[in-house]
């Protein structure tokens, strides 16, 4: 018996309904009616038209573009079901906004997914679900239980498919040296070596290549990454790759595709021969890039979600 409540119900805000709709389609569930609208002013106003009370909620909201909107639709839902006696409220953040934030870089900076992760918490969420988080230590931030989901597996599926499991024509590249922990897994997965993209960033969104670790001429590279904002990092990469590595041919894969400012335009500029996405974010509607591909998270996040809802362990999904 669940104690927590007595059904599951999956309500999503505005930022990537597609993407709630699959999770619902393969829980065989309806999507939770509810309806987020805005006054004149850009005030926020939600609306839950069905019971919840004593109800197992989960929220599917990315906090994307327009980030604050988003941010604050979500927060504004679950004080909506804790008010109205939700049994237990989980966020299901397939992308986590701010994540970026999560150090004092400087004097005086602000850290922004501690203050997310408190704003979360104070509205009356019970559980966090999210992936890929720019940083693991994310996680502490919350004061409730967060389950951060690996992006990684899907793609080494779609790479093996691809070239074949340990195919010595292929190499795993990390992007930056923040990202080795996370490409080193990858490789595992792959049966691939590791090289790395060594760079110095003078300013946000900008990024200098200083150097390449490890020998990619005549490889394949895979390139692996957690998110692509404009796109500058990972097309300057790419570029080094071929143009000081002697690499062959570049692929890229990033969990969340941000794609913001001039970042399409650079991709189809770019040598990237193909830039496999997540659907944690919606492909932007007003451009085109036919290098992009998308793999959807909805089976693996309607498994998530239903582990949850019956109190049983999620930590296979993480391999």
């Not at 070239?163 to 795993?172: A, H, L, R, S, T």
């Not at 794609?259 to 996405?277: M, Q, Y």
């Amino acid at each position: 018996m669940i104690s927590h409540g007595k059904e599951i119900k999956v309500f999503a805000g505005n930022s990537n309904p597609k993407l709630a709709e699959g999770i619902c389609k393969k829980l065989n569930i309806e999507i939770g009616k509810s309806v987020a609208t805005a006054f004149s002013d850009g005030e926020i106003s939600i609306s839950i038209n069905e019971p919840v009370r004593g109800a197992d909620v989960f929220i599917v909201q990315s906090t994307c573009g327009p980030v604050n909107n988003n941010l604050m639709e979500m927060l504004i839902m679950i004080d909506a079901m804790r008010r109205a006696s939700a049994g237990r409220i989980t966020a299901v953040m397939p992308y986590f906004g701010y994540g970026r934030q999560d150090r004092k870089a400087k004097s005086r900076d602000p850290i922004s997914a501690k203050l997310v992760a408190n704003l979360i918490t104070e509205a009356g969420a019970d559980r966090v679900l999210t992936m890929d988080l720019h940083a693991s230590q994310i996680q502490g931030f919350f004061d409730i239980p967060v389950d951060n989901l690996m992006g990684s597996p899907l793609f080494a599926n779609y790479y093996n498919k691809k070239f074949g499991p340990g195919n010595c024509d292929c190499i795993v590249v990390s992007p930056d040296v923040g990202s080795v922990a996370r490409a080193r897994k990858f490789s595992h997965k792959l049966g691939l070596n590791l090289a790395i993209v060594d760079k110095r960033r003078e300013k946000a969104n900008s990024s200098e290549v200083m150097n390449i670790i490890g020998d990619v001429r005549d490889k394949r590279v895979i390139m692996l990454d957690d998110m692509v904002d404009t796109a500058g990092s990972l097309c300057g990469a790419a570029k080094a790759l071929t143009e000081m590595g002697g690499a062959k041919e570049v692929y890229a894969c990033a969990s969340h595709g941000v794609l913001s400012g001039p970042a399409i335009d650079r991709i189809n500029e770019s040598c990237i021969k193909e830039l496999v996405l997540l659907d944690t974010i919606p492909y932007p509607s007003n451009k085109e890039c036919d290098k992009i591909k998308y793999l959807s998270v909805d089976a693996l996040f309607s498994e998530a979600i239903a582990r949850i809802y019956e109190e049983v362990s999620i930590s296979s999904l993480f391999d």
